[in-house]
């Protein structure tokens, strides 16, 4: 049991450091100063971070037939090479005149490559270790992949101080290259281990283990833990960077460590109970060869494997992972041909696809209004995001306990509507009010992409989830480039340029406001759809 909490610990490890493409906005303008790029460049290269999602389907692969721990080392190697190559090109650039642009695009989509990767890695671990818990331990994991723009802004903001605004850009690339590395080699025996454990274990000649002694408690302390590492970091990321001293801000980073560190005394304290009491609750749960049984035991071992008390339970399940609504499976090349698909796939493009637009072009849209204080603001998306993305898993958690099932379409509806309206919000020259719409749209970006992953199973079924959700995603690359080549066209006609390529002035991204804004609107509309069309499939299967 403490081995399971301690992989979960690890997938958390692992989340905090993968989302280096978030903290892109963080050094775009200086990247852009630097490689003397134009706006529409600049937007390519957040597309070509995004891009590196559509060859997701190799980490997959790799999975299937390599080691986990590899599998999760050739990730971090990957993103080693993307940003490191950047790093030391930036590095020597005043030997050179120029690098070429290509070089770098191809550099981005390598290391943007490498987040699924350890995301693949992260999941299987989940799924193999938390069967009976799978969606409430992959919520609380994916979460922390909000803070790794806070986590990386952090760091870069001590170690860099006194730097100029260049050198923290090439800070970034370094810290983007070397963490992740660092983490994986820390992780990999953990991982290793794990994986030795469930195939010894049975996992794969049909039976499955999940501790149930009062995992709730377990969860508790988690759910607790988190929301102690999320209110940090929006708390420090809402006192920004130029109000605090070094000194004081190093402080900040150490609690900071500290509380992201405490989920490990979750299995540091249930290891000490095993071997304080010599016994542990083990849910065992074999599936038979007949189609539409499954066995489950409970088993109470001591120490020494002796059974004190053991209670039998048999539960009906489905032969199939199929769709919750109909109970019919539907293959990825039957789900192109769903209206339903079509459906969804401009939901997910004009929600978090936007969002997440938003967020690469935030570096110059606080530039655009006359800020500097665009780590802060960074930061202070990734907070809010790494909430959003705990809020579906604490409605699951909810519901599932109420015996309810709830309309990820029509959670989805409720997240875009006030993302729709901070979008409007943005057309306002105020301070706060850049603030609060980045707040509330880094908040509903996290939550619709996590509902996302229940989205896809809840519509068309688990059977094959990999291959579909993939699909489903390749909206983020296509969503990005579309919608990013227009923001920098029209950051390029607006406004008033007071150096090269630089626009100053409200109109810069106003007009992209509207666009991003009516769009959002229209996505709640779909999302509605969706939820109505499904509704009426849920009371025709008879489904509360």
């Known amino acids: 049991m403490s081995t399971q909490w301690l992989v979960l610990v690890a997938a958390i490890w692992l989340q905090s450091i993968s989302g280096t493409n978030t903290n892109f906005p963080a ?13 529409l460049q600049l937007n390519n290269l957040a597309f070509a971070s995004d891009a590196g999602k559509i060859l997701a389907w190799f980490s997959g692969v790799a999975a299937l037939y390599l080691p986990l721990w590899l599998t999760l080392l050739i990730g971090s ?30 550099l981005t989509v390598v290391a943007g490559n490498s987040v699924c990767w350890i995301n693949t890695v992260c999941y299987i671990l989940i799924i193999q270790n938390f069967p009976l818990d799978m969606q409430l331990s992959l919520g609380l994991s994916t979460s922390y992949q909000g803070l790794s723009a806070k986590i990386y802004g952090d760091i870069v903001e001590v170690a860099y101080a006194n730097s100029c605004p260049d050198e923290k850009a090439r800070g970034y690339l370094l810290l983007n290259s070397i963490l992740p590395v660092i983490v994986c080699i820390i992780v990999a025996p953990l991982v290793a281990r794990s994986s030795h454990v469930n195939d010894s274990g049975g996992s794969r ?27 940090y970091a929006v708390v420090t990321s809402s006192l920004g960077y130029s109000i605090l001293s070094c000194s004081r801000h190093a402080q900040l980073i150490g609690i900071g460590v500290l509380v992201i560190i ?32 499954e066995q489950g035991s409970e088993t109470l071992e001591n120490g020494n494997g002796a059974v004190a008390l053991s209670v039998k339970t048999t539960s009906v399940v489905k032969t199939g992972e199929k769709n919750d609504l109909t109970g019919k499976e539907i293959g990825p090349k ?48 990734s907070s809010f995001g790494f909430f959003g993305r705990l809020i579906p898993c604490l409605l ?7 015996k309810y099932m709830s309309s990820r379409a029509g959670a989805m509806s409720v997240m875009m509507a006030p993302m729709s ?21 880094g908040l509903s970006t996290g939550a619709i992409s996590s509902m996302a992953v229940s989205a896809t199973t809840e519509l068309f079924g688990g059977k094959g989830f990999g291959i579909k959700h993939n699909i489903v995603i390749i909206n983020i690359p296509i969503g990005s480039f579309i919608l990013g080549e227009m923001a920098g066209v029209l950051y390029r006609r607006n406004g008033s340029a007071d150096e090269v390529g630089k626009c100053i002035g409200m109109e810069c991204y106003q007009t992209s406001y509207i666009i991003w804004g009516s769009l959002c609107c229209l996505g709640t509309l779909l999302a509605l759809i969706l939820h109505s069309r499904n509704k009426s499939l849920r009371e025709m299967a008879g489904v509360q």
């Open 334 to 381: 039957l789900m192109l041909k769903k209206l339903d698909f079509w459906i969804y796939f401009f939901v997910y493009m004009f929600g978090a696809t936007i969002g997440l637009v938003y967020l690469n072009n935030l570096g110059q849209i606080v530039e655009s209004r006359g800020h500097s204080r665009t780590t802060c603001l960074v930061s202070l998306s």
């Open 262 to 293: 405490l989920p490990i005394m979750v299995p540091l304290v249930e290891k000490i109970r095993e071997n304080v009491q010599h016994k542990c609750w083990i849910r065992q749960r074999k599936v038979s060869s007949f189609p539409a049984d």
């Open 421 to 441: 309206g901070a979008f409007f919000m943005l057309l306002i020259n105020s301070n706060i009010c850049l603030h609060i719409s980045t707040a509330i749209i």
């Open 205 to 231: 000649s049909g039976s499955s283990y999940s501790c149930s002694r009062k995992l709730s408690e377990g969860f508790v302390a988690m759910f607790s833990i988190t929301v102690i590492t999320g209110t």
């Open 77 to 106: 190697i990957i993103g080693m090479i993307g940003y490191g190559v950047q790093y030391f090109l930036l590095l020597k650039l005043h030997l050179h005149s120029s690098i070429p642009y290509w070089v770098v695009f191809i």
């Open 396 to 402: 699951e958690y909810y519901f599932t306990r109420a």
């Open 27 to 39: 050094y775009s303008s200086q990247l852009k100063h630097l490689l003397s790029m134009s706006q």
